[in-house]
């Protein structure tokens, strides 16, 4: 059981390059999150799912764009990479939020930087 | 006001002493609360959920206080281990939930 995986660990991108990020969780969640994280900001959620097929727009989503085309998968793309987008990423999932129950798993994160 | 707000410290205090924050929240319809801790460099993780007046796990007691819309945790006979960030966190509508920026905690030896 390895959790919520994210691939990969560290990169470097020159401004308007492009990459995607992979997220993968082995727990059935239907639930998935993108955040990310900068030194005085906390986290800040780009953009989630609440089950295959569907994405919504969190509160930082400009300049990203995210599919969930199996449950266990969130792919997260930048597709013109700017140096503001440094930052570290966290993938996350949860069971469905509810009252009783919030725990969110996060991933071990991205380190990107953009030149 | 923010939806969560902390003060981010840090806040230094010697081993074995107890150290104390506050999490603000501006929605009063809230009905569970949570504190996740975050190691440098690391990912955050679940630390303790609170959904009455309080919870306590060990040394760890986190407090609600819904009149004046805040939480708190206290951390007993603090090791150097405990030294880490304290995220609280209160869900935010929209099948999410808000994270405050954290309190760091330095627990000097």
């Known amino acids: 059981n390895a959790g919520v995986t994210q691939t990969p660990k560290f990169r470097v991108l020159k401004t308007g390059q492009s990459m995607t990020l992979l997220c993968a969780q082995d727990?059935?969640?239907?639930?998935m999150y993108w955040y990310r994280q900068d030194p005085g900001m906390g986290l800040r959620l780009i953009h989630y799912?609440?089950?295959?097929?569907?994405?919504a727009k969190g509160e930082v989503p400009d300049g990203y764009n995210v599919s969930r085309l199996k449950k266990q998968n969130f792919l997260l793309g930048l597709e013109s990479a700017a140096p503001s987008q440094t930052s570290v990423y966290f993938c996350?999932?949860?069971?469905?939020?509810?009252?009783?129950?919030?725990?969110?798993?996060f991933g071990p994160g991205t380190r990107l930087t953009v030149l | 006001r923010k939806e969560v707000e902390q003060d981010p410290g840090p806040f230094n205090v010697p081993e074995g002493a107890t150290v104390a924050f506050n999490c603000t929240y501006s929605n009063s319809a809230s009905q569970s609360f949570f504190w996740y801790r975050q190691d440098c460099r690391k990912e955050p993780k679940l630390l303790m959920s609170v959904y009455s007046s309080g919870n306590e796990d060990g040394r760890f007691t986190a407090q609600l206080n819904r009149a004046s819309q805040y939480i708190s945790l206290l951390i007993r006979d603090s090791k150097l281990s405990d030294s880490a960030t304290y995220l609280c966190?209160?869900?935010?509508?929209?099948?999410?939930?808000?994270f405050g920026k954290g309190n760091q905690v330095v627990v000097i030896p």
């Open positions: 996350a999932s949860s069971y469905p939020l509810r009252v009783s129950y919030n725990e969110q798993f």
């Open positions: 799912s609440v089950g295959e097929g569907t994405t």
């Open positions: 966190v209160v869900p935010g509508g929209n099948n999410r939930l808000a």
């Open positions: 727990m059935n969640h239907e639930y």
